[in-house]
């Protein structure tokens, strides 16, 4: 199994030294004291707004109970989840990733926890998904929704949102992950909260398809989606959607996809190929000498380039946090 940033340069990054660091990662004003499982009963309601305090509080609560399993059901202090973020930062570059040091859901899961804490774009990623209007015809009740490589699983919680906040009273929500530690501890994270259901299966397997609940598919995530310095095919981005258009292309048909759309690009021979439903995310067979490169997404129905996603959310952020972030892409 290849693992999502290894590829990636390693950036040389400014470690900050405990106790040097007077800040939290938001201001203390932008934060929402009360418990995730609070956030995730008052955030469902559509009359209720979601603003970039609302999400930003609610990502670091969801990193809070990923590596402390049951303080979803807590109010955490924001100078706790601050500590603990810094930490978990100093893990880029090179630190130790065996959980010696932070309670990790083993060894693989700093990867997927390393994309959530990118905290402006996966809070960009999150409102795309969680405020996306949908048109009363593709408002299913029930809402089946996948998450393809789920990781810490903050797609399909996100997916949740999207179904509630749009009207849908029974959602079915499946994860799959392949790493079985990551995997179980998102396991339990959506049993207790009841957001849905995990898979510890490969999302290249068609067969896995089979045993999901029949009817159209509401919404899928894919998010293995390479940085832009790696092939496209470094992640198994397109053969995943290969996979599930194989198994399940007939309900597929008013499905919304994160991404809606991705962009790569060989600059060689000065060529964009749009992956999208349209094309099942394949590079058309003709393209396929190629080694085009991620570069954009379509998100929030704009196309944006992989570096700008999360702009929005940047402000929220002091400098001296973001310049030791380790980032997704
Ligand atoms: C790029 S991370 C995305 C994580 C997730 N969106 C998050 O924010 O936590 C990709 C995840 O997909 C999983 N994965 C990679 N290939 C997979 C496959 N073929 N089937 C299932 N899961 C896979 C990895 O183990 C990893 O947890």
């Known amino acids: 199994m290849s ?34 499982r609070g956030d995730f ?68 899961s700093a990867y997927p926890l390393r994309m959530l804490t990118d905290l402006p774009r996966t809070a960009h990623i999150f409102r795309s ?12 009740d029930p809402f089946l929704g996948l998450d393809l490589g789920t990781g810490s699983g903050i797609i399909l919680a996100a997916a949740w949102f999207q179904a509630k906040r749009n009207g849908v009273a029974v959602t079915q929500l499946y994860g799959v992950e392949l790493d079985t530690e990551i995997g179980g501890r998102t396991a339990d994270l959506f049993a207790s909260l009841g957001i849905g259901e995990m898979r510890i299966a490969d999302a290249r397997d068609p067969a ?50 994160f991404p809606e759309a991705l962009v790569v690009r060989d600059r060689e021979a000065e060529l964009d190929v749009v992956l999208s439903k349209n094309n099942r995310f394949q590079v058309p067979r003709h393209y396929r000498s190629l080694r085009p490169k991620p570069r954009s997404i379509v998100i929030e129905g704009r196309l944006t380039k992989l570096w700008q996603v999360g702009k929005d959310f940047r402000g929220h952020i002091p400098e001296s946090w973001l310049a030791v972030m380790p980032g997704r892409w």
């Open 3 to 36: 693992r999502p940033f290894d590829a990636a340069p390693a950036l040389a990054r400014k470690v900050f030294p405990s106790g040097d660091r007077r800040e939290t990662v938001i201001a203390r004003e932008l934060y929402r004291t009360g418990s995730l």
């Open 41 to 108: 009963e008052r955030l469902a309601s559509p009359a209720v707004p979601m603003a970039d305090a609302d999400i930003l509080s609610f990502l670091l609560k969801y990193f809070h109970a990923c590596l402390y399993p049951g303080s979803q059901d807590h109010a955490v202090p924001l100078g706790e989840i601050s500590d603990l973020l810094a930490q978990f930062y100093e893990l880029w570059p090179g630190g130790d990733t065996t959980g010696k040091v932070l309670p990790l859901a083993g060894e693989y």
């Open 129 to 140: 998904v969680a405020n996306r209007p949908l048109p009363p015809d593709m408002v299913q």
């Open 208 to 257: 896995l398809y089979a045993g999901l609940p029949d009817g159209p598919v509401a919404f899928v995530g894919n998010e293995n989606v390479p940085a832009p310095t790696s092939r496209h095919t470094a992640e198994p981005f397109s053969m995943i959607h290969a996979a599930l258009f194989t198994a399940l292309s007939q309900r597929l048909k008013k499905t919304v996809f």
